[in-house]
């Protein structure tokens, strides 16, 4: 599975998989929005669902992983990022819904962390686990085995457009050096050219982009300079 995804891309032969944040993106035009980025060559498209428990802020939920999967091309993997307390209950919603990849956070799951795991990899899509900048490598150690993704956060999650942490960014490191060979590690939190290019040095093949994507004057600009 996570091999195929890699491979989707295969006539463009791009290095990095590219995941714009629609955090940043006019919601009044989402459609539109996400198409503009695939167009220029993102195919994935990042969805992050926060519960104002979690994070201090509220976003979307399910209803709109549906509508958007029922009117975006096939190819569009959506990338859905949760961002909420209690990750075992509201996983199967996200799997009706369509998502190709459902990424939890370890501090939520506690010790629900591998049925949410098995729950995502039955529904044959891809499963991430995802730790928040202060949260230790050792926390997921055990489960980066089973999962198809990790997401290393470099922002307290929550908002769009802060700044990049570099500490936290270290973690990235030490996730490759436990990784199987196809592991995807994504890396979310102010990422630009300049701040994907560390996390690449680190071993980061997936970037989360929001404001550097969709706020940029040239779109098309900014996600090839994070392609490859
Ligand atoms: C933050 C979200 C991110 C956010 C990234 O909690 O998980 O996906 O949209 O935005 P930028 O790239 O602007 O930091
Ligand atoms: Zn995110």
Avoid: R
């Avoid at 990022?81 to 998502?99: C, Q, R, T, V, W």
């Avoid at 190709?100 to 686990?129: M, N, P, Q, R, W």
């Amino acid at each position: 599975m996570t091999l195929e995804v890699f491979s989707a891309n295969a006539e463009n032969a791009h290095k990095y998989i590219v995941s714009p944040s629609i955090l940043s993106a006019d919601f009044s035009n989402l459609k539109s929005e996400i198409l503009k980025t695939y167009n220029f060559g993102a195919k994935w498209c990042h969805i992050d669902v926060m519960d104002g428990h979690f994070v201090p802020n509220i976003t979307i939920g399910a209803p709109v992983v549906k509508s958007l999967n029922e009117v975006l091309p096939k190819d569009i993997k959506l990338d859905v990022h949760l961002m909420i307390e209690n990750p075992l209950k509201y996983i199967p919603d996200f799997i009706k819904a369509g998502s190709d990849i459902i990424t939890f956070h370890i501090e939520a799951s506690c010790d629900t962390t591998e049925d949410c795991i098995s729950l995502i990899k039955e529904a044959g899509i891809l499963a991430g686990v995802s730790i928040k900048p202060n949260t230790p490598v050792s926390l997921i150690e055990k489960f980066i085995p089973l999962v198809d993704m990790v997401l290393v956060m470099t922002v307290e999650p929550g908002f769009s457009g802060q700044k990049f942490m570099a500490d936290a960014a270290k973690k990235i490191k030490e996730v490759k050096s436990l990784a199987k060979d196809n592991l995807i590690i994504q890396v979310d939190g102010g990422i630009n050219a300049e701040t994907a290019k560390i996390c690449a040095d680190y071993g980061a093949n997936c970037f989360v982009a929001g404001n550097y994507v969709y706020k940029s004057p040239d779109i098309e600009i900014a996600i090839n300079s994070l392609l490859d």
